[in-house]
């Protein structure tokens, strides 16, 4: 949010709101770390993957991959998420249903990966290993302090990795930069689509939590219809919809 026109008058109510909502989300990270607050510790493997910051960083088509590589070793994994606009409580496994199981869910219930939707995700991953499930992807899970993760992955966007630099609402952190000390490493995600000198930039800022940082890039590889079936792309000019966390970054990439 710039500090132009018409927001100029709401700068100031949204930087206090801000320092607020920062303030209250370091206090419960104090909680949690000091073990005031306790978080469940499972002794099967759960890992989080997560962000920082609010919107579209990528999680997704990571949270496949590390699905798809767990399922290939030989593992039993599944994804556990709130099914976030979806109508289901939970916990139950999803299928393609987004009325129900919200988008995200039903996307990976529709690619055959198993979800389990669970407005409380703790009672999520009970679920999910009393079904025979020996590995928990945990979606969105960074600040989801009431489960201590195995491995905790946050992804980063490199278009806007620090959230503008507020915390809600005025920017987009969820949390302040310092919580990152949390991670066990880095993916930086879209890392193919930003200048050689932001990329550098971005890796020094995250050298200085000392966590490995990984590089990831993202392109098109063909086109699929609705039900994911690879498919010949249409001939002539298109119409572009984007229902995605950073629709910038989609029509930047076309």
């Known amino acids: 949010l710039k500090k132009e026109g018409k927001w100029k008058l709401l700068f100031p109510l949204l930087w206090v709101l801000s320092k607020i909502y920062c303030g209250v989300m370091a206090l419960r990270n104090f909680l949690y770390d000091t073990g005031f607050l306790k978080s469940f510790s499972s002794g099967l493997p759960i890992i989080s993957v997560g962000n920082i910051a609010t919107g579209g960083a990528g999680k997704t088509p990571l949270t496949e991959s590390i699905y798809l590589l767990l399922e290939e070793a030989g593992f039993s994994p599944a994804i556990v998420s709130r099914g976030y606009k979806g109508k289901e409580r939970g916990p139950v496994f999803a299928r393609p249903d987004p009325i129900r199981f919200g988008d995200e869910a039903s996307l990976y219930a529709l690619k055959k990966y198993r979800t389990v939707v669970s407005r409380e995700k703790l009672e999520g991953i009970k679920f999910a290993f009393k079904n025979g499930v020996n590995v928990v992807i945990l979606d969105d899970g960074f600040q989801y302090r009431q489960v201590s993760p195995k491995i905790n992955i946050v992804v980063i966007?490199?278009?806007?990795?620090?959230?503008?630099?507020?915390?809600?609402?005025l920017?987009?952190?969820?949390?302040?930069?310092?919580?990152?000390?949390?991670?066990?490493?880095?993916?930086?995600?879209?890392?193919?689509?930003?200048?050689?000198?932001?990329?550098?930039?971005?890796?020094?800022?995250?050298?200085?939590?000392k966590k490995p940082i990984f590089l990831a890039e993202q392109s098109f590889k063909f086109w699929v219809n609705q039900n994911f079936d690879r498919v010949e792309p249409p001939k002539g000019e298109i119409d572009v919809f984007c229902g995605i966390g950073n629709p910038g970054q989609f029509v930047e990439m076309l």
Do not use: H, M, Q, W
């Open 157 to 169: 966007d490199a278009f806007n990795p620090f959230g503008d630099g507020y915390c809600l609402p």
């Open 171 to 209: 920017g987009l952190l969820r949390e302040p930069v310092d919580g990152l000390k949390r991670a066990d490493c880095f993916v930086i995600t879209r890392s193919n689509l930003v200048d050689a000198e932001r990329l550098e930039n971005l890796e020094a800022t995250l050298r200085t939590f």
